[in-house]
């Protein structure tokens, strides 16, 4: 079955500090990757998204990701977190050429302590 | 500057009322989409979209209806059929050309079952 598990529900970090939040998927297809950040009460915005050539993709507001097929992982990391980047992420999967739908994740809250 | 755009931003529903989520864009986007937020979830597929007069039911598509009589537009109606429609809609669109997709969020309604 395609499905996308974020295992971190919560993750508190202090600001300053280095971000890591895991996705891992399963899809039977070539994937398309996503990540979304969601600010309370608000739509989701795209940081980044792969879908081939180099697996280290760059993204807005300073993440970047990498797409590690070997270990069906597609994390997000960030080398020092601002207070501003409090708001809840979201992965998300989907095949190439194929817009029927997007699998999203259950999403990580970040929380970010002064 | 383009963008989607759901209204209200807040809606109470009764008991046995049949309410309609607007969702307009104008993107010139060919797929739209409505999704379902609830906590520690993330987002379930209700409709999609991809051409005008033609739609289809997503993962959870009971209670609800849409209609797509226009390329902008894409109203999704909670009917007294869904039993618990307390959540947070999400509206999205994309453009299909080329392949290299990514979802373009509104900034959602609030439903409220009072």
């Known amino acids: 079955a395609q499905s996308v598990t974020q295992p971190d529900i919560h993750i508190t970090v202090s600001e300053g500090a280095s971000l890591e939040l895991r996705c891992n998927y399963s899809?039977?297809?070539?994937?398309?990757l996503f990540w979304y950040v969601q600010s309370p009460g608000q739509g989701l915005q795209l940081l980044l998204k792969?879908?081939?050539?180099?697996?280290l993709v760059q993204g807005i507001k300073g993440f970047e990701a990498e797409f590690k097929r070997s270990q069906s992982s597609f994390n997000l990391r960030k080398p020092s977190v601002h207070w501003s980047d409090a708001a809840e992420y979201f992965c998300?999967?989907?095949?190439?050429?194929?817009?029927?739908?997007?699998?999203f994740g259950t999403g990580t809250r970040l929380q970010v302590f002064p | 500057d383009g963008g989607i755009t759901q209204s209200p931003k807040y809606l109470f529903r009764k008991e046995g009322q049949n309410v309609t989520l607007s969702c307009e864009q104008n993107?010139?986007?060919?797929?739209m989409y409505w999704y379902r937020q609830d906590p520690g979830q993330g987002l379930r597929l209700i409709y999609y979209?991809?051409?005008?007069?033609?739609?289809q039911k997503g993962d959870i598509a009971e209670g609800y209806s849409v209609s797509r009589e226009k390329k902008e537009s894409f109203p999704l109606t909670v009917t007294s059929a869904q039993k618990n429609p307390t959540a947070f809609y999400l509206c999205?669109?994309?453009?299909?050309?080329?392949?290299?997709?990514?979802?373009?969020f509104g900034s959602g309604t609030r439903l409220t079952v009072v």
């Open positions: 899809y039977g297809a070539t994937p398309y």
């Open positions: 999205a669109s994309i453009s299909r050309q080329g392949g290299l997709y990514g979802y373009t």
């Open positions: 998300a999967v989907g095949a190439r050429y194929n817009t029927d739908k997007l699998i």
């Open positions: 979209s991809q051409i005008v007069n033609d739609f």
């Open positions: 993107l010139n986007h060919d797929a």
């Open positions: 792969y879908f081939s050539g180099d697996t």
